[in-house]
């Protein structure tokens, strides 16, 4: 029995050599024999834990919720650290730790992009924060919210209300409410203010072609969209945004922040950062390496500068963290310069303090880099931020509290865990040279901020490794990029290979335009659907441009559907450059999402001229672009079509009654021309995504973007029956017809009813009966 067992536990040491599977598996098999003894034991109040959907867990005899102590905020390894680092000035050691164990303030930024900001950033002046302002709660004055100094046009506030005060005042609910529901519609997002640094310091231009390498959960993603849209007159900026992120879950967290901005010009992927493969685009009928203007490097760091929101941190800090995790950041950060365009910009960030996460990565890099980086000084690039200097000294502490000052006292038994690259450079020149005090540390307690690293390189020669361009085959007469779609046709170029080689005529897929890749990537998480360009001549353009008059420089090319066969239900758009880059690397990258909607297909299209409806996601892309079935509207009209259902065609203004008479049953887009003699009036264009039905008309648009239209016409928004603005989900498809009772009024009008249109309340579109 003894020898049998025996056999047994080295057969499943020893079997991932044999069976080609991960050693993991085989790993978890043998700790699942032995863990619930090992569980039993750390548990002396039961001698077997219960198990409860299917996982053992621990129970206290007092029940759930008991026996967890609070977090205390001390940690001593920490203040000894960086104590003895000296990164925080003399004297403020003090106000320091104080300002880390304090709650960090909630920040909130304002879309910039959208041609409303200015409306929103005036609703909330004149309106809620002076009703904050004079507000008291148990005797408390409320400090008023305050614009972050350093961010462009007021764009970014701060206030210090917490969820516990916002829960005692209706005034304060009330506020909390308009912040949520402007969040869900993408013109709010709420965001720490050091987060915010980074993509500013990139200085993005519409023409930029971005790369976000490591950007779950998005909100510094969602600020290179804005930057790219910075001119609303162009739907289609000739740069992108392409966010990346190792996590395939949080990867659709990235999706749903991208999507709330309805951009055409956003890819989401899902890589490694530090092994991100190299795409290729079509250039004068030849394929060229996709180098980037821009990149950020906002790279996974020990986070002890978010101590104030994540209090974990206080007791799971330890110096091996940033041990740990300085040989991946280097590894990104090469990766990135790798990548980048001379004559780039390159931001790398953290949310740690510590040299080794900091300081360290970016000396390392420069001096790989023989000169072809260099750090740019950006002290001017945002006046108003407070910062501390880089530093060009630090050393080395393990947990046990050993201190290492250079590389020669590491021991030999160390040298697995501390690398030569930890420390600083040893030649006084060299390091002189690097300039590292022009990288920038925000510490928490000189603008009640969380703890940040930034430091912005600019590319001026290709990387030392990487000097010959990958020469890249012609692209064949044969193979245009039009037709392209099936990824056998996509040539491979590695620039750090150098030049590309041909394989034998034996081994290519028949008469493709190129060799398959060497490897197949290996697929994780949900499969997603294909993305299929439609061409210049496929049969659902004609109907779509008569019903719609799209003027003759629409981008039909630029038109996708994620399905081979059958209906296509939603049409989607991208930018020209996007897809260059889909159509040349579908199998060389794993895409999540990309493309804003822009068409749907209605329930039933005969009755309706058109197969497909507006989509209200995808309305300012295409406005531009549509000459026909365009209702001008006034301020009474959004009022009467955002509170009512199916409001009767007289109800409207006798201007829009008159326009909305003319056209046919079907898809409308119902636009606001901002009214110069009317003050009190939005100041900014509005278009809406409609319903021309037999006598009545409606408005197609998502819950909460209904709610931020109403309070940019002076209507005031408010829930009842308990169901808040943040319950409301933000996936309502753009056709959405707000059911509304019970859930939001405005004052002073008529409540949504239910009209002739027949549409139901799941808002799948106009009914066959209209």
Not at 57 to 72: L, S
Not at 478 to 506: F, I, K, M, Y
Not at 604 to 627: H, K, N, V
């Amino acid at each position: 029995m003894v020898v049998s067992g025996v056999r047994t536990w080295v057969f499943l040491l020893l079997a991932p050599t044999y069976i080609h599977l991960p050693r993991t598996y085989f790993t978890a098999f043998i700790v699942g024999r032995v863990r619930p003894a090992v569980r039993a034991r750390r548990c002396p109040a039961r001698s077997r834990p219960r198990v409860t959907h299917s996982r053992r867990v621990c129970v206290p005899p007092q029940g759930w919720g008991a026996g967890y102590a609070e977090i205390v905020k001390e940690n001593e390894l920490f203040e000894q650290y960086y104590r003895e680092l000296g990164l925080v000035p003399g004297g403020e050691f003090g106000a320091f730790m104080e300002a880390m164990r304090e709650p960090l303030p909630a920040t909130i930024r304002i879309t910039g992009y959208k041609s409303h900001a200015k409306e929103i950033l005036h609703c909330l002046k004149e309106k809620y924060f002076k009703e904050v302002q004079a507000l008291e709660v148990d005797g408390q004055k409320i400090e008023a919210p305050q614009a972050l100094s350093w961010y462009p046009d007021e764009l970014a506030w701060h206030t210090n209300l917490s969820r516990k005060i916002l829960r005692k005042s209706p005034l304060l609910e009330k506020f909390h409410q308009f912040l949520v529901s402007e969040t869900e519609s993408g013109n709010i997002s709420r965001q720490e203010a050091v987060s915010m640094i980074p993509p500013l310091l990139l200085k993005i231009e519409p023409h930029h072609k971005i790369l976000d390498m490591c950007a779950a959960p998005g909100s510094k993603t969602a600020q290179l969209i804005e930057m790219l849209h910075s001119d609303m007159d162009v739907p289609f900026p000739e740069g992108f945004v392409i966010a990346n992120d190792v996590d395939n879950k949080r990867c659709y967290l990235l999706v749903h922040q991208a999507k709330r901005l309805n951009s055409p010009c956003i890819m989401v992927v899902n890589h490694d950062a530090s092994a991100i493969p190299w795409l290729q685009v079509a250039r004068d009928g030849k394929r060229d390496a996709l180098f980037y203007d821009r990149i950020l490097c906002d790279v996974p760091c020990s986070g002890d500068g978010t101590m104030r929101k994540n209090i974990d941190v206080w007791k799971k800090w330890t110096t091996s963290n940033s041990l740990h995790l300085h040989g991946l950041q280097l590894r990104i950060a090469v990766r990135g310069v790798e990548q980048l365009a001379v004559g780039g910009r390159m931001v790398y960030s953290t949310c740690s303090l510590n040299p080794v996460e900091d300081e360290a990565v970016i000396a390392s890099l420069l001096e790989k880099s023989e000169g072809a980086l260099e750090l740019v000084d950006a002290a001017e690039d945002l006046p108003g931020l407070k910062w501390m200097p880089g530093v060009t000294s630090w050393k080395l502490m393990t947990k046990e509290g050993q201190w290492f000052s250079n590389w020669s006292e590491v021991p030999e038994s160390r040298h697995t865990q501390i690398r030569p690259t930890m420390f600083p450079p040893t030649d006084p020149e060299k390091l002189k040279a690097m300039k590292l005090e022009r990288c920038m540390r925000i510490l928490p307690h000189h603008q009640n901020t969380g703890g940040f690293f930034v430091a912005v390189l600019m590319k001026k020669a290709p990387m030392p490794w990487n000097r010959r361009h990958p020469k890249v085959r012609p692209a064949r007469p044969s193979c245009s990029l039009e037709t392209r779609t099936t990824p056998s046709e996509t040539p491979t170029v590695d620039p750090d290979a150098g030049e590309q080689t041909e394989e034998p005529a034996s081994k290519k897929n028949g008469g493709v335009c190129g060799p398959p890749p060497s490897k197949k990537m290996k697929l994780f998480g949900f499969k997603e659907d294909p993305f299929v360009f439609l061409t210049e001549d496929d049969p659902v353009f004609p109907p779509i441009q008569t019903f719609y008059d799209l003027s003759p420089d629409f981008p039909k090319l630029n038109v996708l559907t994620r399905t081979h066969e059958g209906k296509k239900r939603h049409l989607y758009m991208v930018s020209k450059e996007l897809r260059n880059v889909l159509l040349n690397n579908s199998e060389r990258i794993k895409i999540i999402n990309t493309g804003v909607k822009v068409w749907s297909r209605n329930q039933d299209s005969e009755p309706f001229g058109c197969a497909f409806r507006l989509a209200q996601e995808g309305i300012y892309t295409l406005f531009p672009y549509i000459r026909a079935r365009i209702v001008n509207i006034g301020v009474e009209d959004v009022k009467v079509l955002l509170t009512q259902e199916n409001p009767f065609l007289s109800k409207l203004s006798d201007d829009a009654h008159a326009q909305a008479k003319k056209l046919d049953m079907g898809s409308i887009v119902l636009r606001y021309q901002p009214d110069t003699n009317n003050p009190d009036a939005p100041q900014c264009p509005i278009e809406l995504c409609g319903w021309r039905g037999k006598t009545s008309i409606r408005a197609f648009v998502p819950r909460n973007e209904r709610f931020h239209y109403l309070r940019m016409v002076g209507v005031e928004v408010f829930h009842k029956q308990g169901r808040r603005a943040d319950e409301a989900s933000s996936e309502a498809p753009e056709g959405a017809a707000e059911d509304g009772a019970g859930e939001a009024v405005a004052e002073g009008q008529e409540g949504p009813g239910r009209g002739e249109n027949g549409a139901d309340s799941n808002g799948t579109g106009p009914a066959s009966n209209t």
